[in-house]
């Protein structure tokens, strides 16, 4: 069955970086696309960022306002998100999820496959 797992999380001072790796397997990895969710105590998972199949068409959520970079690597089944000039607001668990097809979408509905989340926290 697919697997995902999320490596990367941790405690970081406002205005610091983390990079999050995703290692799936159970499946062809570079034929789905794949994002990025998180949840924050007491609210819903939301959105983060989408890339479809082939790394050519990412898409962000509105509050990552440049800071985040999503990107893939298919000969490592890997996904990642590079995060910048981090905010106390961006602390939340962090998801990694196998898309259903080749496109990407920002619903939680469109993803067949979750890990287990990597904790962010930061600082202020």
């Known amino acids: 069955q697919v697997q995902l797992v999320e490596s990367g999380g941790g405690l970081v001072q406002a205005g610091g970086s983390l990079r999050l790796s995703c290692a799936s397997s159970g499946r062809t990895f570079s034929d789905y696309a794949m994002a990025w969710f998180r949840q924050s105590p007491g609210k819903e998972r939301e959105f983060v960022a989408t890339?479809?199949?082939?790394?050519?068409?990412?898409y962000y959520a509105d509050f990552v306002e440049g800071r985040f970079t999503i990107s893939r690597d298919d000969a490592k089944s890997t996904l990642y998100l590079q995060m910048n000039n981090l905010k106390p607001e961006d602390t939340a668990v962090y998801y990694c999820a196998g898309g259903s097809s080749w496109l990407g979408g920002d619903k939680v509905s469109q993803y067949d496959h979750w890990g287990q989340g990597t904790r962010v926290t930061v600082s202020s």
């Open positions: 890339i479809n199949w082939s790394g050519g068409s990412t």
